[in-house]
C-alpha cells in the first residue's frame, strides 16, 4: 500500500491560496484617474463639490457592480479522464514518483494545455492543470484542470467544456499523443478545497486470486479520524472489472446534506456522473455492499465531519474476467434469469438481452421475485436511467414480485443500467404455461399471475392489478366499498380503521352532531372528551388531549413519580421532559428499544428478518437443545414470556428454570455459536398467577438471567410501555419468532417478520366467539394470511414509536385459532395492562 498526496493539491501556488474561493477583486489604481477627471471648477466650488461628490459615488458604485458582480472571476475546476492510444502501458505509470509517470504526465499537461489555448471560450480563463493518475486499458490518464472564468462567461466555458473533443496532438521535442475519449466533469469546490486540505490517496492494485483489503484508519477498534477527505483508487488488470465488497460497514448515522459518508466511483476521479453508491449509517452484516465496476478502476472516498467517529469499514476487492456477453439465448421450457452478479449491486454502463423462446405451443411468462433498480431521484413512470424493457414497456424502480406475460412462446427481455448509481438488480423464472389453461387449478390474474381460487372477491387485491376484485358481487357477509367497489368483510365497517383506503368503511358510522367518535367506534357527548374520566372504555377519549399538567390521573393518562399527570400522547422517553420532576425521561428506563441497525433492508426470500433488527429477541431453549418459546429482552438480566411456556407437562417441567436455555443475539438456529451470540441459563421464573390455560388470561411470565448478558448492536433490550401508553386500532405492529411458518407446519431456522395492524377489540370477540379479556390484545388481518404461529409464542410484539423512533414492547405472543386463517386473528397479552404486575417482578 503507498500513500501518495502531492498530486491531489489541486492549487500549490502559495500566491493563490484563497484560489478556490470566488474572486473579489479590488479596483485597480487607474480607476482613482477616472475619479480625479471629476475635479472641481473654479467658480462653484461648493456646487461642484456636491455635483462631484455624487458623481464619485454614481462611479464607484459602478466600478464596484463592473468588477464585483459582471467581472468577478469565479474558479471552475473540472475533472476528467482521456484515452491515450499510441503508448502501450508501464507498470510504472501506477508509480507516481516514476520517472516515467512523470514523462507521461508532462505530455498529458502539455495536449490539455494546447487543446484549451485552442479554444475562444476556454483559453483566457485557463490557470492550471494536473494529472492525477494513470490505469491501463490503453492507457486512461485521470487530471485537472482549473480555470478563472468570470460570472458572465461562465455557461460559455461550460458548454466549450463538455464540447471538447482532441484526436492526435503534435507536442513538442516531435513526440505525439494518440487522444480518444476526452471528458470532463465539474467538480464541487468545496470539496476540492478540502481534500487540498486534509486529502489522501491510496492506490492499491489487486491481481488474480488477491483478496486486497483496506479500511478506515483505527479500524475496529479506534475511531476513524475528523474531518477527513480520504480515498482509495482501486485497480485491476486490463479486461477485468473490480468486485468490491464492504464486509464491516458502521459509520456516523446518515445526516443531510453532510455527516460521514463514503462514496464509490466507477472512475479514478471522483465525479457525480460515475457514483456507484453513496454510504453512510450502519448496515447489518447481512446486507449485501458489493459493488462492480464496469472497467477496471474504482475509486472510494471517505468524508468525515467534525464529530462522529465509529468504528468505520472494512472493504476487501477482487478482480474478476470482465463478461463479454450479458444476457443468453434460452430454449428451455422454464427457467431462471437475473441481472449480472446478482445480489451484487449490477455494474454500470450495461445492457444485457435475453432472447427467450418456449415450446412452440406454450406461451411465456416472466415472474420477477426481486426487483430493485432505484437511484436516487429517479422519476418513477419513465425509467430513463436503469431499466428492464419487456415488450417495449420498461421496468424500473422498487417493485413487490410481479408477471409480466406475453401472448407468443417468444419474449425478449433488455436489461439497462447507464453509467451512474446501481442497485441490486433482479432475479425473475420464466415459465411456459398452456394458452387456453395458464392457471392450472388456480385463478389467472390479468396480469398473467395466479392466485389461490378462494382470494377471489375476497376484498383484498390480491392479484396486484385488481383483476381478482373486478365486477364482483358482495356477499351478506360483505360490504361494498364506494370508491374502491371492493367487497370488505362487514366487520370492517366502523371499526375506526380506514379499510376501504376512500373511508368509506367508516362513513355511516358518524357520530351524531356535538359528539366524539371513540377509537372503538362509541359515540360520546364532545364535553366527554378529556373530561380525564375513560368514557369510551378504551380512553381514545383521553389519550390525545394536548399536554396539561392535571391532578387526578385516569388508566389513560401518564402519571409522574410525583404524581403529577400528563395528559400528552405517549409522553414517556419521547426526548421532552414533560414531569416537572423529569421523572418520564429518566435514563435508566429510556436506554430502550433501540436498533443499531434498523435501516430498510431488503433480504433475498420475503419476510426473514434481518440480522439484528430486533435485538430483543429471545430464543427459548429446553434441555433436548431445541427452539420452544420467544422472549423479549427487557434489561441485562430479566426476559418477559408467555405464561403458557412454562406450564409443566407429565414428560416436562417447563416451570423448572433449570431446563431452559436463553439464547441473545440468534439470527439463524442452526448457527448458535459465534461472536454476536451470548447464552444464559434462568435462575427465576415467574408466571402469572392469574394465567388459566383454558382460557390463556393473564399469559406472561417474568424470567431471571442467571447473570447479565452484555449489550451489543445485537443485543438490546425492548422498551415496556407504561399503562397509560396509547396504541391505537390499526396501528402497525411487528411480530417475530422461529414458530411455524404454516399452520401445522415446521418452524423456521432464520427469525421471521410480519408487519401486522391492531384490530377494534369489539370486533375481534366478535369473530372469537367473545374469548376475548381486556389483557387481550387482537392483531393480524381479518383476510388471514399474516399472523404468528406454534413455536413464536413469548415473542415480542414490538410496536416502533413514531415520537422517538423506540421499540415498545406492545404484547407478547399467545394463543390464536390455527394460523393465519381468515377471520382468525392472532391474539398478543395487552402489556399495558400488565405494566403493575411487571414492575412488582421485575423493579423495572
Ligand atoms: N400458542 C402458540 C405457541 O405456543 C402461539 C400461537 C400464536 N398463534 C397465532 N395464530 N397467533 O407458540
Not at 455492499?289 to 465531519?305: A, G, P, R
Not at 427457467?335 to 452478479?341: A, D, E, K, L, R
Amino acid at each position: 500500500m503507498k500513500d501518495f498526496d502531492s498530486n491531489l493539491k489541486y492549487n500549490n501556488r502559495p500566491q493563490n491560496m484563497n484560489g478556490f474561493e470566488e474572486g473579489v477583486e479590488f479596483l485597480p489604481v487607474m480607476n482613482t484617474k477616472k475619479v480625479e477627471k471629476r475635479g472641481p471648477k473654479r467658480k462653484f466650488i461648493f456646487l461642484g463639490v456636491v455635483i462631484g461628490a455624487v458623481l464619485l459615488s454614481l462611479t464607484i458604485g459602478l466600478l464596484v457592480w463592473h468588477f464585483k458582480y459582471r467581472n468577478a472571476s469565479m474558479q471552475k475546476i473540472y475533472t476528467g479522464q482521456l484515452r491515450i492510444t499510441n503508448y502501450p502501458f508501464l507498470d510504472a505509470y501506477e508509480n507516481p514518483s516514476s520517472p516515467e509517470y512523470a514523462d507521461l504526465s508532462a505530455k498529458v499537461i502539455e495536449m490539455l494545455k494546447n487543446t484549451y489555448q485552442g479554444v475562444p471560450d476556454l483559453a483566457p480563463h485557463f490557470k492550471q492543470c494536473n494529472v492525477t493518475a494513470f490505469s491501463e486499458g490503453s492507457i486512461i490518464a485521470y487530471y485537472w484542470a482549473e480555470f478563472a472564468v468570470p460570472a458572465y462567461r461562465e455557461a460559455a466555458l461550460e458548454k466549450a467544456m463538455s464540447e471538447l473533443k482532441v484526436k492526435t496532438v503534435y507536442l513538442r521535442h516531435h513526440s505525439l499523443l494518440s487522444v480518444d475519449s476526452l471528458v470532463a466533469f465539474p467538480v464541487d469546490i468545496e470539496l476540492a478545497r478540502k481534500f487540498r486540505d486534509s486529502g489522501r490517496t491510496f492506490f492499491l492494485h489487486t491481481k488474480t486470486g488477491d483478496v486486497t483489503k483496506f479500511s478506515t484508519s483505527g479500524f475496529p477498534n479506534s475511531p476513524y479520524p475528523a474531518n477527513t477527505l480520504c480515498q482509495w483508487a482501486l485497480r485491476a488488470d486490463p479486461d477485468h472489472v473490480i468486485r468490491l465488497n464492504f464486509k464491516t460497514f458502521k459509520m456516523e448515522p446518515c445526516k443531510t446534506p453532510y455527516g460521514d459518508y463514503v462514496m464509490v466511483y466507477d472512475s479514478l476521479t471522483a465525479v457525480e456522473p460515475r457514483v456507484l453508491v453513496r454510504l453512510c449509517g450502519s448496515y447489518p452484516p447481512s446486507y449485501n455492499l458489493t459493488f462492480l465496476s464496469s472497467q477496471n478502476v474504482m475509486l472510494v472516498t471517505l468524508f468525515t465531519d467534525d464529530k462522529g467517529k465509529h468504528p468505520g469499514f472494512m472493504a476487501e476487492f477482487t478482480q474478476v474476467r470482465k463478461k463479454k456477453f450479458c444476457g443468453e439465448n434460452l430454449r428451455g421450457a422454464s427457467g431462471v434469469i437475473t441481472s449480472p452478479y446478482y445480489p451484487a449491486h449490477y455494474p454500470p454502463d450495461m445492457e444485457c438481452v435475453w432472447d427467450i423462446q418456449v415450446p412452440e405451443n406454450k406461451h411465456v411468462k416472466l415472474r420477477f421475485n426481486m426487483f430493485y433498480l432505484v437511484g436516487p431521484g429517479d422519476p418513477i413512470n419513465s425509467c430513463p436511467n436503469d431499466y428492464v424493457e419487456i415488450n417495449k414497456q420498461r421496468y424500473c424502480g422498487e417493485r413487490a414480485s410481479f408477471v409480466v406475460s406475453s401472448n407468443s412462446s417468444k419474449t425478449m427481455v433488455r436489461f439497462v443500467s447507464d453509467k451512474s448509481y446501481t442497485d441490486t438488480g433482479f432475479t425473475a423464472e420464466y415459465l411456459s404455461y398452456e394458452p387456453s389453461n395458464p392457471c392450472p387449478g388456480q385463478y389467472t390474474c390479468k396480469s398473467g399471475s395466479c392466485i389461490s381460487k378462494m382470494l377471489q372477491c375476497d376484498g383484498w387485491n390480491d392479484c396486484r392489478d385488481f383483476s381478482d376484485e373486478d365486477s364482483c358481487i358482495c356477499t351478506t357477509e360483505q360490504f361494498r366499498c364506494k370508491k374502491s367497489q371492493l367487497c370488505k368483510p362487514r366487520h370492517y365497517v366502523c371499526d375506526g380503521v380506514n379499510d376501504c383506503g376512500d373511508h368509506s368503511d367508516e362513513l355511516e358510522c358518524k357520530c351524531p352532531e356535538k359528539s366524539f367518535k371513540c377509537g372503538n367506534g362509541k359515540c360520546i357527548p364532545e364535553t366527554q372528551k378529556c373530561d380525564r374520566t375513560d368514557n369510551c372504555g378504551d380512553g381514545s377519549d383521553e389519550s390525545d388531549c394536548g399536554k396539561a399538567l392535571i391532578t387526578t390521573c385516569t388508566d389513560y393518562i401518564y402519571k409522574c413519580k410525583n404524581n403529577e399527570c400528563i395528559t400528552k400522547n405517549n409522553p414517556e422517553c419521547d426526548g421532552e421532559k414533560d414531569c416537572s420532576d423529569g421523572s418520564d425521561e429518566v435514563a435508566t428506563m429510556c436506554n430502550c428499544g433501540k436498533r443499531p441497525y434498523s435501516r430498510k433492508t431488503r433480504i433475498v426470500g420475503g419476510v426473514n428478518a434481518d440480522i439484528g433488527e430486533w435485538p430483543w429477541q429471545v430464543s427459548l431453549h429446553i434441555k433436548n437443545g431445541l427452539h420452544t418459546c420467544g422472549a423479549s429482552l427487557v434489561s441485562t438480566t430479566m426476559l418477559l414470556s408467555a405464561a403458557h411456556c412454562f406450564q409443566d407437562e407429565p414428560a416436562i417441567r417447563y416451570s423448572d428454570p433449570s431446563v431452559w436455555t436463553a439464547y441473545f443475539g440468534v439470527h439463524d438456529q442452526n448457527k448458535r455459536t459465534g461472536n454476536e451470540i451470548m447464552q444464559r441459563k434462568i435462575k427465576r421464573i415467574v408466571a402469572h398467577t392469574g394465567f388459566k390455560d383454558h382460557t390463556f388470561d393473564n399469559d406472561i411470565a417474568v424470567l431471571e438471567l442467571d447473570s447479565p448478558v452484555t449489550l451489543t448492536d445485537f443485543i438490546q433490550p425492548i422498551c415496556i410501555p407504561d399503562s397509560s401508553h396509547n396504541f391505537p386500532v390499526g396501528k402497525t405492529l411487528w411480530v417475530t419468532g422461529w414458530g411455524a411458518t404454516t399452520e401445522g407446519g415446521s418452524g423456521s431456522a432464520i427469525l421471521q417478520k410480519a408487519e401486522i395492524r391492531i384490530i377494534n377489540q369489539t370486533v375481534c370477540n366478535d369473530v372469537l366467539d367473545n374469548q376475548l379479556t381486556p389483557r387481550m390484545l387482537c392483531a393480524g388481518f381479518l383476510s388471514g394470511g399474516i399472523d404468528a404461529c406454534q413455536g413464536d409464542s413469548g415473542g415480542p410484539l414490538s410496536s416502533v414509536e413514531m415520537s422517538n423512533g423506540k421499540v415498545y414492547l406492545a404484547g407478547i405472543v399467545s394463543w390464536g385459532d390455527g394460523c393465519a386463517r381468515r377471520n382468525k386473528p392472532g391474539i398478543y397479552t395487552r402489556i399495558t395492562k400488565m405494566r403493575d404486575w411487571i414492575k412488582q417482578h421485575t423493579g423495572l
